[in-house]
């Protein structure tokens, strides 16, 4: 009995589902009941076909119902009334007795609603035998509308296809009204900002526990096994570039699905549970960081590795895999942060970001083989590895609040509001200035610490933080923190009925534009995100000036979250066919104003501003992460000249 449920996931696979769905069609039906609702399934099966019924006991096959997220919460399912059902003692699962439909599936749902009901709409998934073959769970999503009469009727749920509600004829590329402005910022910038963070993040993990020790051991390894000091150095050498190359054979995952679509690096970086992985990931690193326990890759993987090391070629590399994989601990959650925070960027700056982290750890051992004389000049290994592993828990756990907080910002939910966030980094800002100045230790701290200058000069770094933090708690005009900005949510999602610093646009292009009619202004268009950080830095940094508030007020305004995961209305999702001759499902916000944004403007990172007449004309060329206030403003005054010409 107890390998019943494994005997099943054995059994069943989606594997033919899509031929076995082609011998189930399927009704549905609702009607008002004395306490609630009673929803009939009704399913017309083929001759050698048999759908296993609601009925079935936990561990057996069974068909089940999925409601839409919306209306989950109000929906509660009684009883379960299924008189066609037959009964049968299954040989495959222990002779325990199945319930099943053949010929026809009848079943009626007894359904206690709370509040409301709009419409019905939700997933059966069901399981099923045809000929030899155990099939299932195969989903049927089905949309019933709510009638005058409060029964509701529809059927499955399929999109339809509308490019209308996405494709802008009016908007060429090549020739907007006006070529002034400024170019936007160009590949390159992104390039090298990763490839500097990157390095700075090898250059932190290079002095944490788990390697820097390892510098003059390999570098004295490699020295003393060499017939002369060249051969010494080269091999050295080879060793810090297999550690380069190492992380950035990385990215290489990351260049093949950017094949598959190009909007695939923010569905990553901002993907609500992904982000809640790493904050869970983040955390966990933390509380090892702050000594409570290791975290190692598995030991076989280590020594598989070091077996193979040598002074050849071959055994030089396995060597550098062999750092890699032990330094895991300590240099994974900083090439943790990499990853995840240029995951948007896209695949050449992930990979410049992680050719960043590589040359940091992989250049000292060629440095120091060059010149071993350094050695002596290196600080001894000792306690202060430690308090720099501690410092990085704090950090950790400052980012893990970044990530929980984009997972919190896509999916609306309305946890961690602004003045949280930063509370929770005033409180380990301050923390950590206290461990510092030595006034608490972690566990495995046993002797008191040595206060010196430097340990001094950092604590009072993380105390300026907290004290510069600290106003961002407040419903001021001092909670703008420009410094931080990007980093804690939006000035507006707010535990403040009306907070400062908050203006909230429009965030309909369709709603603006006929504003813009209206009132004979022009459009911008400010292609956004929840979780942009330099969309933040925009509106916190340059927009607030006066002389770009000025010319933004000649425009109507209208800010389109490319990553925001709630759904939109049933009856306006829909599939769309873009200029490739892709199909993509348009089900949520993001998904709308993400395929817009590409569509018709032919880009895909944010922010993303677009300048547009009325009938929706380009008047400029549209441009990206714009720093400097005087540029922003020329280019939002070309754009208004050019709208003036064409009047």
Known sequence: MKYRSFIIAILFTVAGGSLFAQKAQWQFKAVKASDGLQLSVTGTLAADTVVYAFGNKEGLPVTTIEWDSAIASNIIVGSIAEPAAQK????????????????????????????????????????????????????????????????????????????????????????????????????????WKNFLLGLLGGLVALITPCVFPMIPLTVSFFTKKAADKSKGVGKATMYGLFIFLIYVSLSIPFHVIGNVDKQIYNAISTNVYLNLIFFIIFVVFAISFFGFFEITLPGSIANKADSKRGTNLLGIFFMALTLAIVSFSCTGPILGSLLAGTAADGAWPLTAGLAGFGLALGLPFALFAMFPGWLSSLPRSGGWLDTVKVVLGFVELALAFKFFSNADLTGHWGILKREIFLGAWVVLALGCFAYLMGWFSFKKQYSKPVIGKTRIIFALLFLAIGIYLAPGVTNTGYARLSLVSGFPPPACYSVYTTPVNCDKPIDDFFAAQKLAKEKNKPLLIDFTGWACVNCRKMEENVWVKKVVKEQMDKFILVSLYVDDKKALPVDEQFLFKDKDGNQKKIITIGDKWGNFQAENFGAVSQPWYVLLSPDGRLLNPPVGYTPDADEYAKWLECGYGAFLKGK
Do not use: R, W
């Open 88 to 191: 049968k003692k299954e040989a495959l699962l222990d002779n325990a007795e199945v319930a099943y439909h053949d010929k026809t599936f009848s079943a009626t749902l007894n359904l206690a609603v709370k509040g409301e009901l709009p419409y019905l709409k939700g997933t059966l998934n069901y399981m099923g035998f045809t000929g030899k073959e155990f099939v299932g769970p195969i989903p049927v999503e089905f949309y019933l509308k709510k009638q005058a009469d409060g029964s509701f009727s529809g059927g499955e749920f399929v999109l339809a296809e509308n490019n209308q509600q996405l494709t802008l004829s009016s908007v060429d590329l090549k020739n907007p009204a006006s070529n002034c402005g400024i170019e936007p910022v160009k590949d390159n910038s992104s390039l």
